[in-house]
């Protein structure tokens, strides 16, 4: 199991492009959750995805959409990109079971840098 | 509001040395904390939570309630434990699979 991937490993836009990153969970997990690290800080949690739909969303605007599919993998949209979301984009995944933390599982990232 | 406060932004110590990594934290209720760590080149991985009281690579963290720290002590710091450390929370009030993470600790562990 090559654990949680994600593509690409960089990534260079424009102000107001799109960009759509990927991920894939690690096997037998269910729950995949994005977050941004700017320089300097720590994760921040943008939203998470289970059962194909977002369970839970952190304080990040509209622009930030995601999608997961069947197989579980998911996708981080952002529109209308402005200097302010270049930062590493990680990935993570879990197995959903009740109502206690499960270990997330975090992926290599992807840098999006926004010029 | 849930924050999870990290006030050092870089440790250095000699190897030997103890380590304190400090994590302060605000929360209503009754969190889960975490420590996780990311060596060079490696992605985060999750090193101890407060609840299995264990301790991973001679490390170990105690939930301290009464002053909302969750500090990460080492009392023989090595070269390899040289990486940025990051404290986390999650519970109810965050929704028990988002993670607050702190700005982080770089630890760095010299000959």
């Known amino acids: 199991d090559a654990g949680v991937t994600q593509s690409p490993t960089h990534l260079i836009k424009t102000r107001g492009q799109q960009v759509t990153l990927r991920c894939s969970p690690k096997s037998g997990h269910d729950t995949v959750s994005w977050y941004q690290q700017a320089l300097g800080q720590g994760p921040q949690f943008i939203f998470q995805y289970y059962e194909e739909e977002e369970r839970q969303r952190g304080n990040f605007p509209d622009r930030f959409s995601g999608h997961q599919f069947p197989n579980y993998s998911s996708e981080l949209n952002v529109n209308a990109l402005l200097l302010g979301d270049s930062a590493l984009y990680l990935c993570a995944s879990s197995k959903t079971s009740g109502r206690s933390y499960n270990e997330q599982f975090f992926g290599p990232g992807t840098r999006l840098t926004v010029l | 509001a849930q924050r999870v406060t990290q006030p050092e932004k870089l440790l250095s110590v000699f190897k030997g040395a103890p380590v304190e990594l400090k994590c302060n934290y605000s929360?209503?209720?009754?969190?889960?904390l975490f420590w996780y760590v990311q060596y060079s080149r490696q992605r985060l991985q999750l090193l101890l939570r407060?609840?299995s009281r264990e301790s991973i690579k001679g490390f170990t963290a105690d939930l301290n309630k009464g002053e909302t720290s969750f500090h990460l002590k080492k009392p023989f710091a090595q070269e390899e434990d040289s990486a940025m450390y990051y404290c986390a929370l999650s519970g109810r009030n965050t929704g028990f699979q988002k993670l607050v993470f702190g700005t982080g600790t770089r630890l760095l562990v010299s000959p």
């Open positions: 929360y209503s209720g009754s969190p889960e």
């Open positions: 407060h609840i």
